[in-house]
């Protein structure tokens, strides 16, 4: 199956039981906003941990009617996401996401070895954009937590963004490892290691998906483009997830398309024992509906 | 027997032994050389004569050490009287020294100098030309892409178009720890890119999944290479070498090889190959010259 916009996340949702969110420091009313729609929605059955008040004055003033939801009252910031992830860790709930708290924090408490949600991979950042001029949805990792993968880093990376296109219902993603050209140069570390990525996919070293790379950002998403340059690749022009090089170029990209193509997009935290919606505090209310559904959706 | 174009006139320095002038007097009345015979002409002589062969076949020139000799076997080559290079009974080290030197030397401007062998194996269905037993110890990822194209270049010579080519391990499994292997993830890449031209290449790849197609249905391996092997590429001359002489003693094979990246063809044996072997060089540089 392939996903032709965002919204075609709601299918994989629809009929499958509801998934429990956890909002951590939930006093922040972009989160609030996105967390009771998708209640309203029937995609997630939430639990809002924070400040009790704080939580009810946001939904008082911005007509959130939350009549019946779970509120768990934990003014302290960093308590009420020490709570929120043991209780992820224990089975509680199935997505965590952010509230009104720093990213350092919360992925701090992720990372506690003793109640966090490790699970020995590398976490990593998945955005899926729907973008006008692309014939579907189009994952890019990683634009936000790795700086510069090395290539053991990559296939972690790839290993998680693999793992969970799988689950949205892609078997066989095409993967494209991005560079600045598609031919191999030895000056340019990203295009050896995405030769070594293809060679460790055909050699089932990296599996459930077809990679191929280098491929420069035009060929991978346009097969008029690679044809042009006589690239013979069952993934030039079809990609379904681009791999960037560092995080330089995946956010520059990112920013771009939401910025210059006002793309849509759904982000969330790969490699921990479930989902993170861990949007930035500039995403749109509508940016964290989508990663909550992408979360849903991508959740066991 | 491919059909040569011309003859050529072939340099062999210190050229008194048995073998060698053995090989070249069964070239000489094939009728596809012409031989400059250069060492101690008396002994030249002297040899043809116990071998019953006519010395008045070749061009013989006196020179009275392996030095002098190699010098002016390079020199013929090198201002166009001859247009073949062959080492008789000097060192191998002492020859290519002569061959290598930048002023008065063979080589190619910029040109990797390696070595590619044509094997004869009566156990396979073909010839299998093996690169490099003989010259580059390690070869960095530069000069596996030239021993390659050497290697792709002769197979093309034998008239075979794409030439399979295998980049040999002791796995077919990529592992970054292994940097031959990571060459050779690289090589693949270039080749699906066309930075590396009219092969079909796959590596790393263990010898059975190279040139045996039952150990490909038996692993489930998918290679283009598929157990055909035409071309094999080593990681380093300690494991080429004991290949072709492993299957020279013990599976009977022949070997035919060739210096690359000089001007003209140079042909160097171990002294101790078989007057066939030597044939078989020099019908070989007269193919490539």
Redesign the interface.
């Known amino acids: 199956m392939v996903l032709k916009n965002l919204n075609d996340l709601k299918r994989i949702v629809e009929g499958a039981p509801r998934k429990k969110l956890i909002l951590a420091a939930a006093q922040d009313q972009l989160s609030l906003g996105a967390v009771v729609r998708a209640w309203k929605d029937n995609i997630i059955e939430p639990i809002l941990i924070g400040d009790k008040e704080g939580i009810q004055n946001i939904c008082v003033s911005n007509n959130y009617d939350i009549a019946g939801l779970m509120i768990i009252h934990e003014p302290d910031t960093e308590m009420a996401v020490e709570m929120a992830v043991r209780m992820v860790s224990s089975k509680q709930a199935d997505i965590l996401m952010k509230g009104k708290v720093g990213s350092s924090t919360l992925l701090k408490c992720v990372l506690n070895k003793e109640w966090g949600l490790r699970t020995g991979n590398l976490l990593s950042h998945f955005a899926l954009f729907e973008v006008e001029t692309y014939h579907k949805v189009i994952a890019v990792t990683d634009v936000a937590m790795n700086i510069a993968p090395n ?2 880093d990559k296939i972690a990376i790839v290993n998680n963004s693999v793992a969970c296109l799988n689950k949205l219902g892609y078997t066989m993603p095409k993967v494209a490892v991005l560079g600045a050209v ?3 140069n ?1 000056n340019m570390q990203a ?2 290691d ?3 990525l ?3 996919n ?2 089932d ?1 990296i599996k459930n998906c077809i990679i191929d790379g ?1 491929l420069a950002f035009d060929n991978a998403v346009s097969l008029e483009s690679a044809q042009q340059k ?4 069952e993934v030039a022009g079809d990609t379904d997830l681009l791999l960037m090089p560092d995080i330089e170029v995946g956010n520059v990209l990112y920013k771009s398309l939401v910025f210059f193509a006002k793309a849509k997009v759904a982000s969330i935290i790969l490699g921990a024992l479930v989902p993170i919606v861990l949007t930035s505090r500039s995403d749109s209310e509508q940016a964290k509906f989508d990663s909550i559904l992408l979360s849903a959706a991508s959740s066991k | 027997m491919l059909a040569f174009k011309k003859k050529q006139r072939i340099a062999v320095a210190w050229a008194q032994d048995t073998n060698t002038i053995g090989a070249i007097h069964k070239a000489v009345n094939k009728g596809f050389v012409e031989a400059i015979m250069i060492g101690r002409s008396a002994e030249i002589i002297n040899t043809c004569k116990d071998e019953g062969i006519d010395e008045k076949l070749f061009s013989i020139i006196d020179a009275n050490n392996e030095n002098k000799a190699v010098l002016e076997a390079v020199r013929l080559a090198k201002q166009g009287d001859a247009d073949i290079v062959m080492k008789g009974l000097v060192g191998t080290e002492k020859f290519l020294k002569a061959v290598m030197d930048k002023e008065n030397g063979l080589m190619l401007p910029d040109a990797v100098l390696s070595y590619v062998g044509a094997l004869e194996i009566p156990a396979y269905h073909k010839l299998l030309f093996i690169t490099d037993p003989a010259v580059i110890p390690f070869p960095d990822l530069d000069q596996k892409i030239s021993m390659a194209l050497y290697a792709i270049e002769m197979a093309r010579k034998f008239g075979v178009k794409k030439p399979k080519i295998a980049l040999i391990g002791a796995s077919e499994k990529m592992s970054k720890n292994f940097e031959n292997y990571v060459d050779y993830a690289i090589m693949c890449k270039m080749a699906d890119r066309g930075q590396i031209k009219n092969c079909i290449m796959d590596g790393p790849l263990d010898l059975f999944l190279a040139c045996d197609k039952k150990s490909i249905e038996i692993k489930g391996v998918e290679t283009p290479v598929n157990g055909d092997a035409d071309i094999l590429l080593f990681p380093s001359l300690e494991s080429c070498n004991p290949f072709y002489k492993g299957l020279m003693l013990f599976a009977n094979g022949e070997l035919a090889g060739l210096i690359r990246g000089t001007e003209k063809p140079v042909i160097v044996m171990s002294r101790s190959e078989s007057e066939k072997s030597k044939y078989f060089c020099i019908a070989l540089s007269c193919l490539m010259a």
């Not at chain 1, 006589?230 to 690749?233: A, D, L, N, P």
């Open positions: 290539l053991q598609e031919m191999v030895e295009t050896l995405a030769a070594l293809s060679k460790m055909q050699r070293q280098p006589g690239i013979r690749s």
